[in-house]
């Protein structure tokens, strides 16, 4: 087994090669001037099990294509199977048609991925569970619910007045299966969008009045969702109100707006590189999803359970 790591989250790389007590394999990634990806591997690496660690965040089309190059790169030299580890799977919310003649996307890059020569897809938290069927190879979706279940049971010695919240009806699934971790109360917070990229609350359902509020989502993006949900919440007499997101891409004003608002705290993981973005923001704490990765992938190539992980 090797790990080779594109640019995208070389830290993330970097912490799960150490706990698999593994070196990055040797590789020359460069860019030219007009913006071309060269890839070259500087070591050999045949007959080998390799996994490529890339998050396709911003900019997501150069770290797709430098998923793709290295993919390629892996497969002429002759490695016994390529397994793409993709922490944060970009294109994900463009999953299916929302309005006619428009593509899908998601599908698009699942295509490319595995036509590059990837035998195998490892990722975590996928927008959409069906993202799995666009691939015609092996798809382990890791989920962050045990990692984020751990750290209010020690934030919280009781769960009397803990309320998990849902910030929109298609997120239930995740909320709940949180909330049978910890053993608290279930809410749902009703939303509408005017337009792409914009929502309005219209009701929320479940007793939240007095209540330690968690909020669980996969993806935080300009924090306007997030945000106004908070805002209905608190209204509602909240106490307080923790976010719990896997994939802060916290684009545009994202981290300003977070701090200014009525979030007590947000927790993201690090599936995104965020280092630059959220120093000296106290309200935002990143929880390493490493030990989680590195046990999967160590699973992997000794073909034992991924799923045990989760029980």
Known sequence: MKILSGTSNLKLSKDISKQLKLKLINTNIKRFADG???????????????????????????NIMEL?????????????????????????????????????????????????????IVTVDLHAGQIQGFFDIPVDNLFTTPLFARYIKKKFKT??????????????????????????DLAIIDKRRPEPGKSEVMNIIGDVKGKHCIIVDDIIDSGGTII?????????????????????????QAVEKIKKSQIKKLIITDTIENTSKIKNNSKIEVISIAPLMAEAINRISNSTSVSDLFN
């Open 68 to 120: 793709l190059l290295c993919i390629d790169a892996l497969r002429r030299s002759s490695a016994k199977n390529i397994t793409a580890v993709i922490p944060y799977f970009g294109y994900a919310r463009q999953d299916r048609k929302v309005a006619p003649r428009t593509s899908i996307s998601a599908k698009v890059v699942s295509n490319l991925i595995t036509n590059a020569g990837a035998n195998r």
């Open 36 to 62: 071309e990806i060269y890839i070259e591997i500087n070591e050999n690496i045949r007959g080998n099990s390799v996994f490529v660690i890339q998050s396709t965040s911003t900019p997501a089309n150069d």
């Open 228 to 252: 106004n949900a908070v805002d209905a919440l608190k209204k509602e007499g909240a106490k307080d109100v923790y976010v719990f997101i896997t994939h802060a891409v916290l684009s545009g």
């Open 159 to 184: 769960n009397n007045n803990l309320v998990c919240v849902s910030p929109d009806v298609g997120g239930v699934q995740r909320t709940r299966g949180l909330a049978t971790k910890i053993k608290a």
